[in-house]
């Protein structure tokens, strides 16, 4: 018998190796730590990075600029299916049923190997998930843009030539391209959500790649993943938390209540950081910026007390979602599309991790400990009672 590790929820388990990126001495992502790429890069540049390696040279990252343009154009079989749903559909549901049907429109898929332990396959595997990857970075933002619009009676639009990703999505959703101040705190959002390490939703794509299925099948289980409060539903939840709060002086009693009520503030605290989230230092401060431009500076006020009472009474300390579920709001954008957008951005370490999984597969089947009743002999159907 080999030596087992009982672990609920896998915590402190290291359960594979990943070239991608690093939580340990704070967030790198292959090597760059995470505050250089959020003040030096673009969201292109780490997509880019993540999946291929290395951060583009100028001419790469034109050319795979020029491919994500491309790849905005969605199916009409998918805006036919946003126009026959019925109204409210949640936006995460449609995201993930999105993915699913756009796996029966893309070439590539169409060429996927249906051998493919065959070591032949491998190579074509490889290029076949490059091009899939950046199919779906690209469709996953214009998907969530154009059902949007459908959902409210508007027409979905075309790709504005020439603009960039972060820039591209909040175009294609209102129409309006906003200002560079605007673009760049929604980009860095992009890059702090791109990648982390073995994260519920990127293991869930590992689990699933590691049986050798296909990439669209393992986005599609991140997804439901992700959609969770506990992993990226949480950044939903901070807006309304925080106009239930309405003014400071009610922080604390509010906080009180809850923690009584054993209720979780959700955008706080963390399975793998016990002492902050560089991710949500940040953030916070393009959150508190575009606060102060948009005249909203009451719910950052409101947020500071939070954290501040969270932290001296619970050890507990702010993660990602909860600057951006602010930062978003001070844009404009409508709550329904917070976790949707996370996804958009992780679906490039989703990609990267599916990649890495199937270069050095091992099927992912850890054992469980049985706690149900000890054998016994089962009854003829008459005499159970
Ligand atoms: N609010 C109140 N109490 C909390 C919270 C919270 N957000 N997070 C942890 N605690 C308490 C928990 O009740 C427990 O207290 P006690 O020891 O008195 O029972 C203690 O802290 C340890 O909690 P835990 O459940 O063992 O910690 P975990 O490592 O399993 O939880 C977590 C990690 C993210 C699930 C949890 O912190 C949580 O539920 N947070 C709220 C949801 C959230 O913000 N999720 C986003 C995660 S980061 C973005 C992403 O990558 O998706």
Redesign the pocket.
Known sequence: MSTEIYAP?L?GVVAGETAISTVEGGLCYRGYPITELAEKTTYEEVAYMLLHGELPRPAELEAFRQRLERHRQLPDALLRFFRALPPDTPMMDVLRTSVSLLTHFDPDYHRWPKEPTAPAALALVQDLLSKISERLLAQMAAAIAAYFRISRGLEPLAPKSGLSHAAQFLYQLTGEVPDDPAVRAFDVSLILYAE?EF?ASTFTARVITSTLSDPYSAIVGALGA?KG????G?NEHVMPFLRRIATPERVEEHLQAM?AR??????????VYKTG?LRATILSTWAARLAQSRGETQWEVIAQRVEEY?RTT?N?HP???WPAGRLYYYLGLPISLYTPIFAASRVAGWCAHIREQWQANRLIRPRARYIGPPLRLVPPLQERV
């Open positions: 929820g915590e982390h994260n992700l409060p506990l992993h990226g949480a923690l054993k209720e979780r503030v959700m955008g706080f605290g963390h399975r989230d969270l619970k507990l993660n990602l979602d």
